[in-house]
């Protein structure tokens, strides 16, 4: 039995593909031009309005209009209340580990928190990014990346290649990174890929965002006041690989599931 992702997928055709990847093209321009005006000086709340503005708010707008113009239904990204409950318990055990992974190396090394409103506005913050770069990435350009590349293995490393090339910028410049360059770039491959599994097991993207937000908001240290980011990226990056194994074995589990029904139908 073919997976609610599976039939959705099949939908789309070349020109769905190829509209996709004119939408990333102008989040990767959107982003550049985000990036060049951060860098003029602005205070840091001027900074955050831009981000949120050119990062999130614009490129998810151009993805909404796209699939409400072409009749998609946001059901198509994975925006629904569909089997909600599951969704949010699978969910909350991503938040879980996550937040175990999170908390633990600052309760270990003696970091010291932030206070509860600055940690409160980063999470928000870290949300709106997440939750924006999940709708077109791994709601919308994956599921349509189906029309050109049709087998999975292909049409994941596909997105997770778009979404890894344009965060190089930030590889460069950003101060918050501990791991090094090729390892950033790495954990992001890594992470598209998981939040593609995430996603494809309840075709829901609620999942996901969880996933996506806490990921980030440990990573680069929003909940410590000071903290080490080498030791915060390590045990982040350990989390994400441990959720990655949990949803492999489950695919393998499902297509084995799979596997002895067709036999036994046949």
Known sequence: MESEYELEVKKYGKKDAIIALCAWLVWVAVVLIGWGITS????????????????????????????????????????????LLPTLRFGVLLALILSVFGIMPGLIYGWEFNSLGMTTLLLLYAFILAAAEDILFVGYLQTRLYGIFKKDVTAIFIGAVLFTLPHIPVALISPYLGLGFVSYLVMLFIAHVLMVLVFRRYFSLIPVFIAHTLGNFFSIGDIWSEFNPEYSEFWTGNALILILLILVALEIVRWWRNRAKRQTLS
């Open 40 to 83: 003029l000086g602005l205070t840091q709340v001027q900074s955050l309005i831009i981000q949120i503005l050119l990062i999130s708010i614009i490129p998810t707008g151009i993805v909404f209009t796209i699939v409400i113009i072409k009749k998609q239904g946001l059901n198509s990204i994975g925006i629904h209340n569909t089997r």
